[in-house]
C-alpha cells in the first residue's frame, strides 16, 4: 500500500484535523497534538491516523508483551503509509481485580468506544478480546486484532504444566496429602516460563482462536507464542494491513455475521474451548447487531468433536499446537468436513475459505482428522429445567467414565440424579466444604449460587469446586457441579455453568435447599430440582439469598444495568450504543 491509494470514504480525521467548515476546532485539534512533536503536515496529510489499543502493561502480565509489539504495529502502520497512534486501554487481569474481572470487561468496553480512522486491537487476557470487539463492533469503523500469544510450554519434573490447568490439578493433590505446599507452589511457577498468556486452551488462548474464526485476525495470529519471532512478524503485518482495510473501508460489520459466529462456535468445540467463551460472544453479537441465541451453541456446536490436543481437555500446550498448524489447521478439518462456512469475508480481504487453503495439520498427535477425533460430541451441552432457563456443560473435559455411565452405555437413559449440597457463594465452600455434617458422597451434586453478574458482580470463575478432602484421599478427583456463575477455562472438570437467570436475580437456585435431589437428563437437555411447585412457590416467600453490598459506584452502575450470563452479561441497551456511536451526534462549541 502506498500514500498514492486514497480511502473509499473522507477520513474521520480529516474532520478533526483538516476541515475548513470549523477551522477553530480544526485548530484546537492540531495545537495540542504538536506539544510531543508530531506536526500538522502528518496529521493534516489525508494519512489514515491509526489508533494503537495497548492492553499491555505492568498491571497485566498476560498482556505485557504488547508494550513491545507495539513498535512492531507501528512501523508496518508507517511503512503502508499511516500515522499511529497508540493510546491506552483499561487494564484487565483476572488475578489482581477483585470481586472479578469480568465486572471489568464491559468498562473497558465502554473506555474504547471513540476511536479513530482505523484500530489495531491488542488483546491476550481473556477478557480484553470480547472488550476490544465489542467496541469496535460498536463504532464499526476498520479494525483489526493483534493478540500477544500464549507462554512458552511450562515443565515440572519433566511433565507438562499447564498454566491454570496445573494448579487444579495440584490442588487435588495437595487436598489428598499426596504433595506438600512447596511442590504445589513450585509446579505453579514452573507453568508460566515465560512472557504471555495461558499456554493452555484456556480462555485467553480460546478468545483469540475465535477472534481468527471470526475473521478479525490475520490467518495464525492466535496461536504464535509470546516469545517466538514469529509473533513481532505477526505484529508488523498487522499494522500494514490496519491502513490498507481504512483505505478499503472494510468494517467489523462486513465480517461479523451470523455464519462468521457460528463459525466461532463450531472452532470452539473442535479446539476444547473454554465455557466462558458462551457469555463473550454473545456479547460480541450483541455489540455487533447479529442474532447469536442461547440454543446455538447446542444446535451448531454439540456434534463436533474434539480435534485438538491440548490441556485441559487434551495433553499438550501452545507452543506444540502452534507448530502443529494453530486454529487454521483446526478450521481446515472443519471446512473439508463440511462444518464451517468458507464464505465469509475476513480481515485478509479474502473469504475464510481462501485463508485456510493448504492449512492442513502438521502435527496428527495434536491435532486429529476430523473422522479420528480424540472424542466425539465435544461441543456444549445446553440445558434448561426449573432451576435456570440456560446453562451449560462442557462435553470435551467430561470423563470416559462419565461418558460411558450416563451418555453413552446401552440400556442407559442418560440421567443422573444426586443430593444437592448448596453453599452461598466460594466462601462459604471454602468454609464447609470438609464439614463431615455436610455428608458429601459421590452421589451428591455441589452447588454455588450467589456467583453471576449481579450476585457476584462480574460472576465470579468459582463454580470449578472440587470435592471434600475425604472423597479426594478415596480417589474420587470430581462431583457435579452447578453454578450460576463461571469456571476458568483452565479447568477440567465437567460442570453445569453461567446458569441464567441467576439466583440473585429470582432464577431457580435461590430456592434450592441442601438435601434436595436433582435429577439432570443429559439426553433430552433437562436440569431440574425434584421439588413440587407449590413448595417452591411457598420457598419463594423466604426471598432471594442475600448479596454484599456494592463496593463502588461501578459496582452499582453495573449490577443495575446488566443482563444475565445466557446473553452475554452486557450493559442495557447495547444496541443503542452501537446506533449512536455510528451516528454520533455533532456538538458545536
Same mark, same amino acid.
Given at each position: 500500500?502506498?500514500?498514492?491509494?486514497?480511502?473509499?470514504?473522507?477520513?474521520?480525521?480529516?474532520? *478533526?484535523? @483538516?476541515?475548513?467548515?470549523?477551522?477553530?476546532?480544526?485548530?484546537?485539534?492540531?495545537?495540542?497534538?504538536?506539544?510531543? $512533536?508530531?506536526?500538522?503536515?502528518?496529521?493534516?496529510?489525508?494519512?489514515?491516523?491509526? /489508533?494503537?489499543?495497548?492492553?499491555?502493561?505492568?498491571?497485566?502480565?498476560?498482556?505485557?508483551?504488547?508494550?513491545?509489539?507495539?513498535?512492531?504495529?507501528?512501523?508496518?502502520?508507517?511503512?503502508?503509509?499511516?500515522?499511529?497512534?497508540?493510546?491506552?486501554?483499561?487494564?484487565?487481569?483476572?488475578?489482581?481485580?477483585?470481586?472479578?474481572?469480568?465486572?471489568?470487561?464491559? !468498562?473497558?468496553?465502554?473506555?474504547?468506544?471513540?476511536?479513530?480512522?482505523?484500530?489495531?486491537?491488542?488483546?491476550?487476557? @481473556?477478557?480484553?478480546? +470480547?472488550?476490544?470487539?465489542?467496541?469496535?463492533?460498536?463504532?464499526?469503523?476498520?479494525?483489526?486484532?493483534?493478540?500477544?500469544?500464549?507462554?512458552?510450554?511450562?515443565?515440572?519434573?519433566?511433565?507438562?504444566? /499447564?498454566?491454570?490447568?496445573?494448579? *487444579? #490439578?495440584?490442588?487435588?493433590?495437595?487436598?489428598?496429602?499426596?504433595?506438600?505446599?512447596?511442590?504445589?507452589?513450585?509446579?505453579?511457577l514452573d507453568s508460566a516460563p515465560s512472557v504471555g498468556h495461558c499456554n493452555?486452551?484456556?480462555?485467553?488462548?480460546?478468545?483469540? %482462536?475465535?477472534?481468527?474464526?471470526? /475473521?478479525?485476525?490475520?490467518?495464525?495470529?492466535?496461536?504464535?507464542?509470546?516469545?517466538? #519471532?514469529?509473533?513481532?512478524?505477526? %505484529?508488523?503485518?498487522?499494522?500494514?494491513?490496519?491502513?490498507?482495510?481504512?483505505?478499503?473501508?472494510?468494517?467489523?460489520?462486513?465480517?461479523?455475521?451470523?455464519?462468521?459466529?457460528?463459525?466461532?462456535?463450531?472452532?470452539?468445540?473442535?479446539?476444547?474451548?473454554?465455557?466462558?467463551?458462551?457469555?463473550?460472544?454473545?456479547?460480541?453479537?450483541?455489540?455487533?447487531?447479529?442474532?447469536?441465541?442461547?440454543?446455538? *451453541?447446542?444446535?451448531?456446536?454439540?456434534?463436533?468433536?474434539?480435534?485438538?490436543? &491440548?490441556?485441559?481437555?487434551?495433553?499438550?500446550?501452545?507452543?506444540?499446537?502452534?507448530?502443529?498448524? $494453530?486454529?487454521?489447521?483446526?478450521?481446515?478439518? !472443519?471446512?473439508?468436513?463440511?462444518?464451517?462456512?468458507?464464505?465469509?469475508?475476513?480481515?485478509?480481504?479474502?473469504?475464510?475459505?481462501?485463508?485456510?487453503?493448504?492449512?492442513?495439520?502438521?502435527?496428527?498427535?495434536?491435532?486429529?482428522?476430523?473422522?479420528?477425533?480424540?472424542?466425539?460430541?465435544?461441543?456444549?451441552?445446553?440445558?434448561?429445567?426449573?432451576?435456570?432457563?440456560?446453562?451449560?456443560?462442557?462435553?470435551?473435559?467430561?470423563?470416559?467414565?462419565?461418558?460411558?455411565?450416563?451418555?453413552?452405555?446401552?440400556? #442407559?437413559? /442418560?440421567?443422573?440424579?444426586?443430593?444437592?449440597? &448448596?453453599?452461598?457463594?466460594?466462601?462459604?465452600?471454602?468454609?464447609?466444604?470438609?464439614?463431615?455434617?455436610?455428608?458429601?458422597?459421590?452421589?451428591?451434586?455441589?452447588?454455588?449460587?450467589?456467583?453471576? +453478574?449481579?450476585?457476584?458482580?462480574?460472576?465470579?470463575?468459582?463454580?470449578?469446586?472440587?470435592?471434600?478432602?475425604?472423597?479426594?484421599?478415596?480417589?474420587?478427583?470430581?462431583?457435579?457441579?452447578?453454578? =450460576?456463575?463461571?469456571?476458568?477455562?483452565?479447568?477440567?472438570?465437567?460442570?453445569? !455453568?453461567?446458569?441464567?437467570?441467576?439466583?440473585?436475580?429470582?432464577?431457580?437456585?435461590? *430456592?434450592?435447599?441442601?438435601?434436595?435431589?436433582?435429577?439432570?437428563?443429559?439426553?433430552?437437555?433437562?436440569?431440574?430440582?425434584?421439588?413440587?411447585?407449590?413448595?417452591?412457590?411457598?420457598?419463594?416467600? =423466604?426471598?432471594?439469598?442475600?448479596?454484599?453490598?456494592?463496593?463502588?459506584?461501578?459496582?452499582?452502575?453495573?449490577?443495575?444495568?446488566?443482563?444475565?450470563?445466557?446473553?452475554?452479561?452486557?450493559?442495557?441497551?447495547?444496541?443503542?450504543?452501537?446506533?449512536?456511536?455510528?451516528?454520533?451526534?455533532?456538538?458545536?462549541?
Amino acid at each position: 500500500m502506498t500514500d498514492s491509494h486514497s480511502p473509499k470514504r473522507r477520513l474521520r480525521s480529516q474532520d *478533526w484535523f @483538516d476541515n475548513p467548515d470549523h477551522i477553530d476546532m480544526a485548530a484546537l485539534y492540531l495545537e495540542r497534538f504538536m506539544n510531543y $512533536g508530531i506536526t500538522p503536515e502528518e496529521l493534516r496529510s489525508g494519512k489514515p491516523i491509526i /489508533g494503537i489499543a495497548q492492553s499491555g502493561s505492568d498491571l497485566t502480565p498476560c498482556n505485557r508483551v504488547h508494550v513491545e509489539l507495539a513498535k512492531r504495529v507501528r512501523d508496518g502502520i508507517r511503512d503502508a503509509g499511516g500515522i499511529p497512534i497508540e493510546f491506552p486501554t483499561h487494564p484487565i487481569f483476572e488475578n489482581c481485580k477483585r470481586p472479578t474481572a469480568g465486572l471489568d470487561r464491559n !468498562l473497558a468496553y465502554l473506555g474504547l468506544v471513540e476511536i479513530l480512522d482505523g484500530v489495531v486491537l491488542t488483546t491476550g487476557c @481473556d477478557k480484553t478480546t +470480547p472488550s476490544a470487539i465489542m467496541a469496535a463492533s460498536t463504532v464499526d469503523i476498520p479494525a483489526i486484532v493483534l493478540s500477544g500469544g500464549p507462554m512458552l510450554d511450562g515443565w515440572h519434573e519433566g511433565e507438562l504444566a /499447564g498454566s491454570g490447568t496445573v494448579i *487444579w #490439578r495440584m490442588r487435588r493433590k495437595y487436598a489428598a496429602g499426596e504433595i506438600d505446599r512447596e511442590e504445589f507452589l513450585q509446579a505453579a511457577l514452573d507453568s508460566a516460563p515465560s512472557v504471555g498468556h495461558c499456554n493452555t486452551m484456556g480462555t485467553a488462548s480460546t478468545m483469540n %482462536a475465535l477472534a481468527e474464526a471470526l /475473521g478479525l485476525s490475520l490467518t495464525g495470529c492466535g496461536a504464535i507464542p509470546a516469545a517466538y #519471532r514469529e509473533r513481532g512478524q505477526m %505484529a508488523y503485518r498487522t499494522g500494514r494491513r490496519a491502513v490498507e482495510i481504512v483505505f478499503e473501508d472494510l468494517k467489523p460489520s462486513d465480517i461479523l455475521t451470523r455464519e462468521a459466529f457460528l463459525n466461532a462456535i463450531r472452532t470452539n468445540s473442535a479446539i476444547g474451548g473454554s465455557t466462558n467463551a458462551q457469555p463473550h460472544l454473545a456479547a460480541m453479537a450483541k455489540h455487533a447487531g447479529v442474532e447469536l441465541y442461547p440454543d446455538d *451453541w447446542q444446535v451448531h456446536g454439540f456434534d463436533i468433536p474434539l480435534l485438538a490436543n &491440548v490441556q485441559p481437555a487434551g495433553a499438550y500446550l501452545g507452543e506444540r499446537f502452534h507448530r502443529a498448524g $494453530g486454529t487454521p489447521a483446526i478450521m481446515w478439518e !472443519l471446512l473439508q468436513a463440511g462444518k464451517l462456512d468458507g464464505n465469509c469475508r475476513t480481515v485478509t480481504g479474502r473469504t475464510m475459505a481462501e485463508n485456510l487453503e493448504g492449512k492442513e495439520a502438521r502435527d496428527r498427535e495434536v491435532i486429529t482428522p476430523f473422522a479420528e477425533p480424540l472424542k466425539e460430541r465435544a461441543g456444549f451441552l445446553v440445558l434448561k429445567g426449573n432451576l435456570f432457563d440456560f446453562a451449560i456443560m462442557k462435553m470435551s473435559v467430561v470423563s470416559e467414565d462419565f461418558r460411558r455411565r450416563y451418555l453413552e452405555e446401552p440400556g #442407559r437413559e /442418560g440421567v443422573f440424579e444426586g443430593k444437592a449440597v &448448596v453453599f452461598d457463594g466460594s466462601e462459604d465452600y471454602h468454609r464447609r466444604i470438609n464439614d463431615p455434617e455436610l455428608n458429601i458422597d459421590e452421589n451428591t451434586i455441589l452447588v454455588i449460587r450467589g456467583a453471576g +453478574p449481579i450476585g457476584w458482580p462480574g460472576s465470579a470463575e468459582v463454580v470449578n469446586m472440587q470435592p471434600p478432602d475425604h472423597l479426594l484421599k478415596r480417589g474420587i478427583r470430581s462431583l457435579p457441579t452447578i453454578g =450460576d456463575g463461571r469456571q476458568s477455562g483452565t479447568a477440567d472438570s465437567p460442570s453445569i !455453568l453461567n446458569a441464567s437467570p441467576e439466583s440473585a436475580a429470582g432464577g431457580g437456585l435461590a *430456592w434450592l435447599r441442601s438435601g434436595d435431589i436433582i435429577r439432570i437428563d443429559f439426553n433430552h437437555g433437562r436440569c431440574d430440582m425434584l421439588v413440587d411447585d407449590a413448595e417452591i412457590e411457598r420457598r419463594r416467600g =423466604d426471598g432471594i439469598p442475600p448479596v454484599p453490598a456494592d463496593a463502588t459506584p461501578w459496582q452499582q452502575i453495573y449490577r443495575r444495568s446488566v443482563t444475565q450470563l445466557s446473553d452475554g452479561a452486557v450493559l442495557e441497551g447495547a444496541a443503542e450504543f452501537r446506533q449512536i456511536a455510528k451516528n454520533p451526534p455533532r456538538h458545536n462549541h
